[in-house]
């Protein structure tokens, strides 16, 4: 009992060196399956959905067949790591391709509802079941137990204050070691420092992530952006790969606010912003530069591509306001845009800026309502 208390303490330790969610539920799970800590085959972590009432599988660690299984322990056994050595070894974890298990339990999503098996009601109750004979496996969803390869197990519920966050599952479906009554009384223990890690890390992300966005349209903000674009940069850079960036600005903004007032301006760039968003890969990241000009950035992008992009950024915009029968329509809110791309037209992110922020003014005043190309002879 007292080597189970040490444990504790020292993954506890450990949970509070990071605020990263995904490292301190990697964390978590190194503890529960490493042979210094309390040695389960496998442990995995499902987290509530509370927006879709669902519990979602986030991290699984261990085998996923006896032939894994016996390759990993001959390694362990071999290399004697400790429980330091497997948090160290986080990075190559996320990296593996052939984690199976984690890949399985990430794809796993179970609707909270009383018929959807033990894990269900884990969360529902608030409690841990105990699956270690025969007759208790029925309870269990068929289709969960096939998916998990697992017939023999312990749900654990995460719980901080009186909200239960989700749920962690072990067993030792490979050695077949039984689980008993002090290893459940270990674990509830263990998932109480568990939850309050999570519910900590989750916090605090939540708080880099606001402090990151403009809070009328959503997107990143202007000194997100500075830094993601510094980033992509640098992938470019290493990469040797193309990186383009569209700088835009909303036509005849100041006359519809003055029109229709700040609170229909606002309105406006939300929906420009939400236009932007929608119509974008989940891989270019898109930010209010300020007021009422917008950035985007596209990584791994030509120019040519950048541009047909922008132009249709451009129809969407005109169209979404061409009913606007309350402006005349020469002053209806478009967008113009500018497109430079690295290192073909700079070589530094401030020179990457000021070369799309060139082509916007040049479209700007050839007209608006228009996407301009960035080229080396721009000033």
């Given amino acids: 009992m007292e080597w189970e208390f040490s444990m504790l303490y020292e993954v506890s330790n450990a949970m509070r060196t990071t605020l990263k969610l995904d490292q301190v539920f990697y964390i978590i799970l190194t503890a529960l399956t490493s042979h210094e800590g309390l040695g389960f085959n496998r442990a995995m972590l499902f987290l509530v959905n509370e927006k879709d009432n ?5 991290m699984g660690i261990g085998p996923h067949s006896a032939e894994e299984a016996g390759k990993i322990w001959h390694y362990l056994s071999q290399s004697e790591m400790t429980l330091d050595d497997f948090v160290s070894a986080y990075d190559s974890f996320k990296r593996d391709p052939e984690s199976k298990l984690n890949t399985i339990v990430k794809g796993m999503k179970i609707p909270l509802r009383e018929d959807m098996g033990v894990l269900a009601l884990t969360i529902l109750e608030g409690m841990p079941f105990e699956i270690t004979t025969e007759e208790a496996r029925l309870k269990m969803s068929p289709d969960i137990t096939r998916m998990l390869n697992t ?3 312990v749900t654990i519920p995460l719980k901080t204050k009186d909200k239960v966050l989700g749920a962690i599952l072990v067993d030792n479906v490979f050695n077949k070691k039984p689980i ?4 459940v009384r270990m674990l509830t223990m263990f998932a109480n ?3 309050l890690a999570i519910e900590n890390s989750r916090l605090y992300e939540e708080t880099v992530y606001l402090s990151n966005i403009d809070w009328l349209t959503k997107l990143w903000n202007y000194g ?14 290493i990469g040797s790969t193309p990186l383009c960036l569209v700088m835009i600005d909303v036509d005849n903004f100041k006359n519809y606010n003055d029109t229709h007032g700040h609170l229909k301006g606002d309105e406006a760039l939300r929906n420009i912003a939400s236009i932007f968003q929608d119509k974008s890969r989940k891989c270019d990241p898109v930010a209010r530069y300020g007021g009422e000009e917008f950035a985007i950035i596209m990584p791994n992008t ?11 950024l451009r129809s969407e915009v005109e169209k979404f306001y061409a009913e606007d029968t309350a402006i005349t329509p020469e002053k209806r809110l478009t967008i113009s845009a500018g497109v430079a791309i690295y290192p073909e037209d700079a070589v530094t992110k401030d020179e990457l800026i000021s070369k799309a922020d060139v082509a ?17 002879a721009m000033n």
Wanted: hydrophobic fraction near 35%; aromatic fraction near 8%.
């Fill in 224 to 237: 997100r952006f500075q830094q993601l674009l510094s980033l992509e940069i640098e992938k470019s850079r």
């Fill in 151 to 153: 017939n023999l197990f």
């Fill in 54 to 58: 669902i519990l979602e599988g986030v």
């Fill in 193 to 195: 420092h568990a939850g």
């Fill in 302 to 312: 030509v120019k040519e591509n950048a541009k047909l992009f922008a132009e249709r």
């Fill in 180 to 183: 008993t009554k002090g290893d």
């Fill in 360 to 376: 916007l003014y040049q479209a700007k005043h050839s007209g608006k309502n228009r996407v301009y190309l960035a080229t080396k």
